[in-house]
């Protein structure tokens, strides 16, 4: 059964700060990983993806990769109140996506 | 307008009421998706499609059904409502041709089976 491990939190962060999301993943065949913000009651949203080791940067969000020990992370820098949500890592294995449950982020004002 | 609409957005049922819930998108997408959501549980995949002609399972796809009416619709059938499929459903879409695991997601559908 291949997996996606995330901490549920949730992380509590005051606005202004770095907030670090983790994610382990079991495929070590995966080649495709992302990061969904889902917000409550509401449908999950595409915010980052990464396929190659190292670092994606897209504004305040870096996405980071190291197949070797199977792990994801997402940073969001200058964390604001508005990037209170569930984020989601997600793997790609086998044409399907497996997702994990999802770490809860509140930003204190 | 939205690319992935889902219908209806809220619905009540009853134990036993057959149930459709449908999905339509713009994005010119060969795969689609149906998955639900439960509190703890995270998203589950029911069931997907990659082609008109190409339906597989899921993970939970048991009291499930689908159609594949063209490209564009993906519609999900609770055959028999069960009081445990309760739960927020979504649709979605990606392209294999340009990045094959992107998905992008409908609104969703609450569906409350009492």
């Known amino acids: 059964q291949k997996e996606v491990e995330q901490n549920s939190g949730p992380l509590s962060v005051p606005e202004g700060a770095i907030a670090s999301l983790n994610c382990t993943y079991s495929d070590r065949g995966s080649q495709s990983f992302f990061w969904y913000r889902q917000y409550s009651g509401k449908s999950p949203e595409l915010i980052m993806s990464i396929y190659s080791n190292g670092d994606k940067e897209d504004g305040r969000f870096t996405a980071q990769l190291n197949k070797a020990s199977q792990y994801v992370s997402l940073l969001i820098r200058d964390s604001q109140p508005s990037d209170s949500a569930t984020y989601l890592c997600a793997v790609g294995s086998q044409g399907n996506l497996i997702f994990g449950k999802g770490t809860k982020l509140s930003v204190k004002p | ?114």
């Open chain 2, 1 to 114: 307008d939205a690319d992935v609409t889902q219908t209806p957005r809220n619905r009540i049922t009853k134990t036993g009421k057959r149930i459709m819930l449908e999905c339509s998108q713009t994005k010119g997408h060969d795969r689609m998706y149906w998955y639900r959501q439960d509190p703890g549980l995270g998203l589950r995949l029911i069931y997907y499609s990659f082609d008109v002609k190409d339906i597989n399972k899921g993970e939970i796809s048991d009291g499930y059904s689908v159609s594949r009416q063209a490209q564009a619709k993906f519609s999900l059938s609770l055959e028999s409502a069960i009081p445990n499929q309760t739960a927020l459903y979504f649709c979605a879409t990606s392209d294999p041709l340009t990045a094959a695991y992107e998905q992008y997601f409908g609104p969703g559908t609450r569906l409350t089976v009492t």
